[in-house]
């Protein structure tokens, strides 16, 4: 491949921001902002973050895995698919602002008051009027956003779940697919041959809010199942790093 020196004008800012990409995204700058470039130009992804805490998991987030913390995992792999601003929703949510307090970016925080995981989404709604990605806060992952939107873009639904396989499928709910769609879920089989489950990590349209009724509400039970009834619900298969810390912990 040819490539070209160019001179560019660059805000200190943004310069700052691909800085901090080095060693993650690329070896070196020039690299960074080709690869940023080359992401750009192929997709425009999402803008908006959710990241579910949990019921009063916020800890977890700030416990360090393997050298680094767990939020820092999400912040990384959420900046380099270009996502700008970062909702936290859940019930204890005080120390993450603490946190991330003098940290660069754009932070919301909303206190999940105990709505389940549909809930805790529906309670964010007025803050989605655009595609966006939800996230489990307690999973370590190494997913590709940008290309998991492009997937779903491609799907043409109304959500796109991220799909890892496990050695031990019962301690799960079990994924099964047709093509790329989601036909359906298992809730922890005893024996099984699919080892497919969802990673926590998703691309939802604006229009999944619809769906979701007010009260208690669980993604898992009410909405994913919903959204596959209706062939609105296509699977990711990702083979990179996932950890579900939940299960670890417990």
Known sequence: MVKKRISLTIDE???RKADRLIGKLA???????????????????????????GSKRENLLLEDYKGKKVIEYHRDNLEIAGVTKIVFVGQEISEIR????????????ITDDD???????????????EKFFLIYGDTVNNIDYSDLYRFHTEQKVMATVALTTVNEPHKYGTAELKGSKVVGFKEKPVKTKNYLVSSGSFVM????????????????KNILPKLSSISQLS??????????????SN
């Open 98 to 109: 603490d946190y991330l307090k003098d940290k660069e970016g754009d932070f919301l925080y």
């Open 13 to 15: 800012q943004i310069l």
């Open 27 to 53: 070896d070196n700058r020039s690299v960074v902002f080709e690869k940023l470039l080359e992401k750009s130009f192929f997709t425009l992804t999402p803008k908006t973050a959710i990241i579910l805490i």
């Open 235 to 248: 699977g990711y298969l990702f083979s990179g790093k996932w950890v579900d810390l939940g299960k670890i």
């Open 115 to 129: 709505a389940g995981t549909g809930g805790a989404i529906k309670q964010a709604s007025h803050l989605l009027s």
């Open 205 to 220: 349209e604006p229009e999944v809010l619809e769906l979701i009724g007010n009260g208690r509400v669980s993604l898992e």
